[in-house]
C-alpha cells in the first residue's frame, strides 16, 4: 500500500532538493531519477524555467511524500512506481525529480515537482481536485503492480471524497462539458484515429497517448486532462479507436481497378495549424479555437486521387531538381567534375558513420537512461547529416550514369552520320560515273 503526503515548498527549493537527493539515503545517488530535466542540475533547471518566465517568486514547488509498507516493495520498484506516478500527473509539462529513501524501515519516495511548467510557464496548484486526483492515480498504480490498498473507516471516507470532488468538477464544470462535446464530435466525423487527431488540432486540442490512456492540452486549462479519468471508460483509447473506426475503412481510401491502387488523399484548404506550437502554446491553443468558433476552421477537405505514375513522375522530378541543383551550385562541366565531387562527398560521409558506429556501441553499454537519451539525440543527429550525404552521392551516381548514356548515344549518332555520309559519297560518286559515261556514248 502506499501513502501520499502533500508539502507547499515557499522557500529553500535548493536545501529540499539536496535533501531528498542526499546519498546516504538513495544507495548512493542509484534510487534517484528525474523527468523533464537531469538529476545532477535539477535545482539550476528548475531556476532557469522561473527565471524564463519570470515567475521567481511565490510557491517555489511541491514536495510529495509516498510511502510504501517495507515488506511488500523493493526499492527499486518503489523508484519506478514513484517515476509512474510523477510521469501521470506531471511529466508533460513540469519538472520533476524522484528519490527513494531507504534509511528507514518502510521504504519511500520523496517527489520533489517544479511549480512552473518549463513548457508554457503555467503554475500548478495543488487544488482540492488535484490532491483528489494525486491519491486515485496512485491508488490505481498500486492495484495495477499489485500493491494493497488501505482500508479502514477514514481511508474509504477519503477515497469517497476524492472521487466526488473529481466526479462533482468534471460534471458540474461548464469547461469540460465543452471539452467531452467536442471530443464527442470529432469521434463522430472522423474516419480514421489520425483524422480524429486532425479534427481535434483544427479546435485548439492537442492528443497525447501513453499506456492506452490520452490525456488531451485543452484551450481551457493549463493541466492536461485525462480523458477516461473525466469521462469515463468509452474514451480510453481502444473504445475511442472502436467508436470510429468501421468495417468498409479500407474501401473509402483506396479501391482496386484494372489490378492498379489508386490512392484518395485529403486535401486540406484553408489555414494551416502549427503542431508544435500547439503543443507547447496555451494561447496558440485558445486563437486555434476562436478560429473554429468563428468558422475559419476546420478547412474544408476534398479528396483527390493518385496514382502509382503519379508518385512515380513527383519522384522522377525531385531527382531532376536536384541533379540541375547541384550541377548548377558547383557549376560542373564535366563527368569527371562530378566523379570529384562523388569522392569529396564520400571522404566526407566515412569518419561521419564510423562515429555513429562507436556511439552505437556506446548506446548498448550504456545503463544510465538520461545517458542513453543523450547519445541517441547524437546518434539522430548523425544520421541525418549522413543520409543528406548520401543524397548528393547517390545524386552524382545519377549524374554519372546519364552522362555515359549521353556518350553512347552521341557515339551511335556519330556513326550513324558517318555511315550516312559514306553512302552519299558512294552513290554521288556513281551517278558521276555514270555520267560520264552517257557523255562519252553521245559524243
Known sequence: MAITKYKVI????????????????????????????????????????????HKEGGRLGYHIIQSFNGNEISPDKCNKIGIELAQQLWGDKYQVIICTHTNKKNVHNHIVLNSVSFIDGSKYHNSNVEIALLRETNDDICRKHGLSIIKSTKATTVSDISKSRIANYNRNSGKMELIKADIDEAIKEATKYQEF?????????????????????????NRNIRLARAFGEDYIFDN??????QPTLYDRYLKRTNNEKVYKVRIYDGIKINQEKLKTSSFYRLYVHYLYLLGKLPPKIHYEERTKEYYKEI?????????????????????QDVQNLRMKYIEEVTPLKAERGKLRQLYKKA???????????????LTEDINKINSKIQTCKRIITKAEKGEKETILINNRVSENQLNSEHENSLNKHKNKNKQELIS
Open 367 to 381: 545503463t544510465n537512461e538520461a545517458d542513453k537519451t543523450i547519445i541517441q539525440a547524437k546518434i539522430d543527429i
Open 315 to 335: 519522384d522522377r522530378f525531385n531527382k531532376l531538381a536536384d541533379e540541375m541543383n547541384l550541377i548548377c551550385t558547383y557549376n560542373l562541366e564535366s563527368k
Open 197 to 221: 487527431i486532425d479534427l481535434l488540432a483544427f479546435k485548439g486540442y492537442y492528443i497525447k497517448k501513453s499506456n492506452g490512456s490520452i490525456s488531451v492540452s485543452t484551450p481551457y486549462y
Open 240 to 245: 475511442i479507436k472502436t467508436r470510429i473506426y
Open 10 to 53: 515557499k522557500k529553500n527549493l535548493d536545501a529540499v532538493i539536496n535533501y531528498v537527493m542526499n546519498g546516504e539515503k538513495t544507495e548512493n545517488g542509484i534510487l534517484v531519477s528525474a523527468i523533464n530535466c537531469m538529476p545532477q542540475t535539477a535545482y539550476s533547471q528548475m531556476m532557469l524555467t522561473k527565471k524564463s518566465f
